[in-house]
């Protein structure tokens, strides 16, 4: 019994509160000399630039689905005027930072958790601290800066491409023009609309770098707990995504009352 409660209880609190106190460490490095700039704009162009592209086209297909389940939903009371608002408001409150998010984890977190666990397995970090390099801030923090800037940044380009999905899915269907639908589009959108949705992808951007890099440079037992670091990187970051994304629609409701109208 005491085995059982140690395993199930203990270990997963323990665990928990290890992760806690490493990304605690990591806001506190954030703003302590010295700062990795080049290593963090390195860092920036394989999280967010390379990002890019798989965004973009996951960002086209959600608005042209988007659309085409609007519209099936809308004929039904004659409003299909309001099909380019009601596929904004819900790419930029809700499906455009989610699916970001878990866009992100599944590709971000599985390349970060797989490259530190890699290195602790072959005893590249022990290198590092034996040259003088602050490893966790060099391999950990400039990791988190840079999923936490990428984040809104794809975010935005998954919003603007979905609107370009349902406007050609709607311009398919109906014929209506660029313009017309842009204005449709963004004539009850506010910018308390916008605003939460996007910052919100800043926490998640948080969760998927501490959650791989606490589970990569925890690896151990070889290059078999490589893949298990990576595969646990996208699991348990895409869990605590949607969990977290919760509490913060609750909270965006608390803020700002009006953006739940």
Known sequence: MSDGFERWVVGPMAGVGDAVLFSARAVRDTFR????????????????????PLVAAAGLAVGIVLSMHTRASLERFGAEALIPAALTLALVRETGPLVVGLLVSGRVGAGVGAELGAMKVTEQIDALEASAVDSFKFLVVTRMVACVVAMPILTTVMNFTGII?????????????????????????????????TLKTMV????????????????SRGTQGVG??????????????????????????????????
């Open 228 to 261: 298990r670091s990576a595969t646990r990187s996208v699991v348990v970051s895409s869990m605590l995504l949607i969990v977290t994304n919760v509490v913060l629609v609750r909270l965006i409701f608390f803020l700002y009352p009006g953006s739940g109208k």
């Open 204 to 219: 998640f951007g948080f969760i998927i770098a501490m959650t791989a890099s606490y589970l990569g440079i925890h690896t």
């Open 165 to 197: 999905g349902g406007w050609v899915a709607e311009s398919a269907i109906s014929g209506m023009g660029f313009r017309t639908y842009f204005q449709a589009a963004f004539s009850i959108v506010e910018f308390t609309d916008y605003l939460p949705g």
């Open 33 to 52: 000399p010295p700062f990795e700039f080049r290593e963090t704009a390195r860092q920036l162009y394989e999280i967010g630039w390379l990002s890019l």
